[in-house]
C-alpha cells in the first residue's frame, strides 16, 4: 500500500455486471457563461460530451480537433439535434500527434475566450500496430500521454485564473475549474525497469509481445498517473483536477480492430452518450484531488498495481521524462510544473 491505498482490481465477471447494470442519470445544471473545451470533439465520445454541455447551456464550447473544417459539418448537426442552445461553438485545430499543434492550440485559445471553466482531454488512438510520432515516440504514447500530459500542464494557468473570478450569474453548479482526464478502468499491469518508460514502451518490438488491446490500457494508466501527478501541483489549485473512463462505448477508437470485431465490440456497447455521463458526472461533482472516478462506482479505486509500490516507481520515472519532454518543447511549462 502507498499514500494511493491499496488498489483494487476489477475482476471481469464484475465490470460486465456494472457495464450491464449501470445506471447514471443525465446531468443538470446551468453552464450559462461558462467555457469549456473538448477534444476529439469530431467522434462520438466527444461529441456526446460536447452535446451534454450545450444542453445545459454552456455559453462556448470549443472543438479541439485535427480538422477544423470537417468539425463545421459536426457543429452544424450539434445545434439541429439540441434546439434549446443558443451558445457559441469554435473549431480549433489541435494535432496531438505533434506538441507544436499543442503550443498552438493554447495560444489561439487565449486569444479567443477570457475564461476557461471546462477541460475534457477526451481524444486519444489505439492503433493495431507500431507507428512513429514525430518526436520519437509510438503514436498512441505521444497523442495518448505526452501531448495530452502537456495540454493539460499549458490549461492549467488559465482554468487556475478563471477558478479566481465571480461564478456566472445563473450558473449552476458552483463548481471548481475543472481539468478532466479520459483513463480507463482496465489498466494495464506495467514492470518496466527502464528510467525511461514511455520511450521503453515505444520500441518498435514492445507491442508485439503483449496482446493488442493492452497497448492502449498502458496509455490508460499513465493517464491515471498523469491526472495523480497533476492535481498534487501548486499551479493546480483552485482546479479540480480528476481521470474518468466512459467504460465501453461505441467508439472510432476500435475502427482499427477491423470491421468484424468492431461490429461485436460496438453492438454490446454503451451509448457515446451514456458513457459520457461519467464525463459529466467527473465535472459536476467535487471529487478528491487527482482521482479516478470510475463508471463501477465513485469508491471504487485505481487497480493494485496503480496504488502499488511498483506502480507509483513507474509512475514517478514517467513523470521525470515527460516533464524533461516537455521542458524542452515548451520552455514556459517550467513556471507550472514549479521547475
Same mark, same amino acid.
Given at each position: #500500500?502507498t499514500? %494511493?491505498?491499496?488498489?483494487?482490481?476489477?475482476?471481469? =465477471?464484475?465490470?460486465?455486471?456494472?457495464?450491464? *447494470?449501470?445506471?447514471?442519470?443525465?446531468?443538470?445544471?446551468?453552464?450559462t457563461g461558462?467555457? +469549456?473545451?473538448?477534444?476529439g470533439?469530431? @467522434?462520438?465520445?466527444g461529441?456526446?460530451c460536447?452535446?451534454?454541455?450545450?444542453?445545459?447551456n *454552456?455559453?462556448?464550447?470549443?472543438?479541439?480537433v485535427?480538422?477544423? $473544417?470537417?468539425?463545421?459539418?459536426?457543429?452544424?448537426?450539434?445545434?439541429?439535434?439540441?434546439? @434549446?442552445?443558443?451558445?457559441?461553438?469554435?473549431? !480549433?485545430?489541435?494535432? !496531438?500527434?505533434?506538441?507544436?499543434?499543442?503550443?498552438?492550440?493554447?495560444?489561439?485559445?487565449?486569444?479567443?475566450?477570457?475564461?476557461?471553466?471546462?477541460?475534457?482531454?477526451?481524444? /486519444?488512438?489505439?492503433?493495431?500496430?507500431?507507428?512513429?510520432?514525430?518526436?520519437?515516440?509510438?503514436?498512441?504514447?505521444?497523442?495518448?500521454?505526452? @501531448?495530452?500530459g502537456l495540454?493539460?500542464?499549458?490549461?492549467?494557468p488559465?482554468?487556475?485564473?478563471?477558478?479566481?473570478?465571480?461564478?456566472?450569474?445563473?450558473?449552476?453548479?458552483?463548481? &471548481?475549474s475543472?481539468?478532466?482526464?479520459?483513463?480507463?478502468?482496465e489498466?494495464q499491469?506495467?514492470?518496466?525497469?527502464?528510467?525511461?518508460?514511455?520511450?521503453?514502451a515505444?520500441?518498435?518490438?514492445?507491442?508485439?509481445?503483449?496482446?493488442?488491446?493492452? #497497448?492502449?490500457?498502458i496509455?490508460?494508466? =499513465?493517464d491515471? =498517473? !498523469?491526472?495523480?501527478?497533476?492535481?498534487?501541483?501548486?499551479?493546480?489549485?483552485?482546479?479540480?483536477?480528476?481521470?474518468?473512463?466512459? /467504460?465501453?462505448?461505441?467508439?472510432?477508437l476500435?475502427?482499427?480492430?477491423?470491421?468484424?470485431?468492431?461490429?461485436? =465490440?460496438?453492438?454490446?456497447?454503451w451509448?457515446? $452518450?451514456?458513457?459520457?455521463?461519467? %464525463? #459529466?458526472?467527473?465535472?459536476?461533482?467535487?471529487?478528491?484531488q487527482g @482521482?479516478f472516478?470510475?463508471?463501477?462506482?465513485?469508491?471504487?479505486?485505481?487497480?493494485?498495481?496503480?496504488?502499488?509500490?511498483?506502480?507509483v516507481?513507474?509512475?514517478e520515472? #514517467?513523470w521525470?521524462?515527460?516533464?524533461?519532454v516537455? &521542458?524542452?518543447?515548451?520552455?514556459?511549462?517550467?513556471?507550472?510544473?514549479? +521547475?
Open positions: #500500500m499514500h %494511493y491505498g491499496a488498489g483494487a482490481d476489477l475482476p471481469r =465477471f464484475k465490470w460486465m455486471l456494472g457495464h450491464l *447494470t449501470a445506471s447514471t442519470p443525465k446531468p443538470e445544471g446551468n453552464l461558462r467555457v +469549456a473545451v473538448v477534444t470533439a469530431t @467522434s462520438g465520445l461529441y456526446a460536447a452535446c451534454h454541455f450545450a444542453r445545459l *454552456t455559453s462556448t464550447i470549443i472543438f479541439a485535427r480538422s477544423p $473544417e470537417k468539425a463545421k459539418t459536426w457543429i452544424q448537426r450539434l445545434y439541429k439535434e439540441v434546439p @434549446s442552445f443558443r451558445g457559441e461553438v469554435k473549431a !480549433l485545430a489541435l494535432d !496531438l500527434n505533434r506538441l507544436e499543434s499543442v503550443k498552438a492550440f493554447v495560444g489561439e485559445l487565449d486569444k479567443l475566450v477570457d475564461r476557461l471553466d471546462f477541460a475534457v482531454l477526451n481524444a /486519444g488512438v489505439a492503433p493495431l500496430k507500431h507507428i512513429d510520432s514525430p518526436h520519437g515516440f509510438n503514436q498512441d504514447i505521444q497523442v495518448n500521454v505526452v @501531448s495530452t495540454l493539460a500542464l499549458l490549461l492549467l488559465k482554468l487556475g485564473a478563471t477558478a479566481k473570478l465571480p461564478q456566472p450569474d445563473g450558473a449552476t453548479p458552483m463548481a &471548481k475543472q481539468l478532466l482526464v479520459v483513463a480507463s478502468e489498466t499491469k506495467l514492470l518496466l525497469d527502464a528510467d525511461k518508460p514511455l520511450q521503453a515505444s520500441v518498435p518490438g514492445f507491442r508485439e509481445k503483449i496482446p493488442a488491446d493492452e #497497448m492502449y490500457q496509455t490508460k494508466l =499513465f491515471v =498517473f !498523469l491526472a495523480r501527478k497533476i492535481g498534487a501541483l501548486t499551479a493546480s489549485a483552485g482546479v479540480q483536477v480528476t481521470s474518468t473512463s466512459p /467504460g465501453l462505448c461505441q467508439s472510432g476500435r475502427d482499427d480492430f477491423g470491421p468484424v470485431a468492431a461490429w461485436i =465490440f460496438n453492438r454490446i456497447a451509448s457515446a $452518450e451514456f458513457g459520457t455521463r461519467y %464525463y #459529466m458526472r467527473a465535472v459536476l461533482l467535487p471529487h478528491p @482521482s472516478i470510475s463508471p463501477v462506482g465513485d469508491d471504487f479505486p485505481p487497480s493494485t498495481f496503480a496504488c502499488s509500490k511498483e506502480g516507481q513507474v509512475e520515472r #514517467m521525470a521524462e515527460a516533464c524533461g516537455w &521542458k524542452e518543447a515548451a520552455p514556459e511549462v517550467k513556471e507550472v510544473l514549479g +521547475a
